[in-house]
């Protein structure tokens, strides 16, 4: 595929091409591409100023910073420039597809294309329609588009933070919680990681940027509700703080070294001091499970709303969404296959008692209790968990090598 990378500043299309040229390299150097087929990649893309050089692209994306105004003035730009069969579509990773795209004359080629970070790592794509408007067309574009470059697309419908961002909100936030409620980040994020999670939420999101998490936080709670209202003081200890805005800044909740790797021990001590003082209550010992339960159940609920909402066509494309965008617990294949697996009646009592003692967030959305006092199942064509045999480790052909 040929491409052309622009940017208003030179020195940012100098540095993004270089940095196309980097990737390749270290292909080539570590035996997984020839020196000839990573030359004549590198030779696809190109970069310059001029909105001219989209004239005969078939599909353009939008990566601009998450201001609304931009990417609109952005968009009346490309319009004028593309051809008329061009797909033009939005990275953004909150921002509304359909009043994005309100600004065009035909806003039936605007489809949002969404991309994670690290995007040469984390292989789903998630491909949003821009309400009723956006085309088959479009959207079977920004489909293939995402497998030619061996990514894995997810279809959905247009909501605030759209699928992944939407749950992962959800439970940053719940983490938030705990760590103001006196539970110390290093045990908050151990807890997760023995559930099964990748990385714990505080690793997490020095990962995405305290800036980016802050951005879209109010995204969500406008769109979506007070339950993604985030404690003002922490928000405005974040804007106040930009030295600290995670591992680009080689500093956020932990501390890292120049190549990105957290540093043993390494808790930011300068932004802890400032985050226990808006601790309100005595250092909560909690244990880990009902810490998971906590960060977990939120993410549950919260898919329950987007199956309600009809933002994905199955529940299939829900779980691999979470597991290919966040790293969900492999093991569980994602928040609804954790739910049937634990069992539907269980998760019901657990947050019931859950809701008791930390808040009405926890009590179980209807879907679940519905599906609870009927004994139903969100895969019911899959093996019922209650008759399979969990394998003992030492069982496993891998115990033995």
């Not at 957290?262 to 932004?271: A, E, S």
């Amino acid at each position: 595929l040929g491409v052309y990378m622009r940017d208003i500043r030179r020195e940012v299309v100098a540095k993004g091409l270089a940095l196309v040229k980097a990737t390749f390299d270290r292909r080539v150097a570590k035996g997984r591409m020839t020196r000839e087929k990573a030359d004549a990649r590198i030779a696809l893309v190109r970069g310059g100023t001029e909105v001219s050089g989209f004239s005969d692209c078939d599909l353009v994306i939008e990566a601009a910073v998450e201001l609304m105004p931009l990417k609109k003035k952005i968009f009346l730009e490309l319009e004028k420039t593309v051809r008329p069969d061009c797909v033009i579509a939005t990275n953004t990773s909150s921002l509304s597809i359909t009043e994005l795209a309100s600004v065009l004359a035909n806003p039936e080629r605007c489809v949002g294309i969404h991309f994670f970070n690290p995007v040469g790592k984390m292989p789903l794509v998630e491909v949003i329609k821009g309400g009723e408007k956006t085309s088959g067309d479009s959207i079977a574009t920004g489909y293939r588009f995402a497998l030619q470059l061996g990514k894995i697309p997810v279809i959905c419908n247009d909501c605030p933070g759209f699928v992944v961002n939407r749950i992962l909100g959800i439970y940053m936030g719940e983490a938030v919680k705990l760590a103001i409620e006196g539970c110390q980040l290093p045990y908050v994020d151990d807890a997760l990681l023995d559930f099964g999670m990748p990385m714990g939420p505080f690793r997490l999101m020095d990962e995405v940027g305290l800036d980016v998490a802050a951005h879209v936080a109010p995204v969500l709670e406008q769109g979506l509700g007070e339950r993604y209202a985030s404690d003002p003081r922490y928000l405005e200890l974040v804007k106040a703080n930009p030295q600290w805005l995670g591992k680009k800044t080689s500093a956020g909740f932990y501390v890292y070294d120049k190549a990105g790797k957290g540093i043993q021990g390494g808790l930011n001590p300068g932004f802890k001091r400032k985050l226990d003082r808006l601790v309100e209550t005595s250092s909560r010992r909690l244990s880990k499970s009902t810490i998971a339960d906590r960060c977990v159940f939120v993410m549950l609920n919260e898919a329950c709303m987007v199956l309600e909402e009809g933002m994905v066509d199955q529940p299939e494309d829900l779980d691999l969404a979470m597991v290919m965008g966040t790293g969900f617990a492999p093991f569980s294949a994602g928040p609804l296959s954790y739910a049937d697996f634990r069992g539907i009646s269980q998760c019901v009592a657990r947050m019931r008692e859950l809701a008791k003692k930390f808040g009405k967030r926890f009590e179980p959305h209807q879907m679940l209790v519905k599906m609870a006092n009927e004994g139903r199942r969100f895969f019911p064509d899959r093996p019922d968990p209650k008759q399979v045999r969990q394998i003992p480790a030492s069982e496993c052909p891998r115990s033995k090598l």
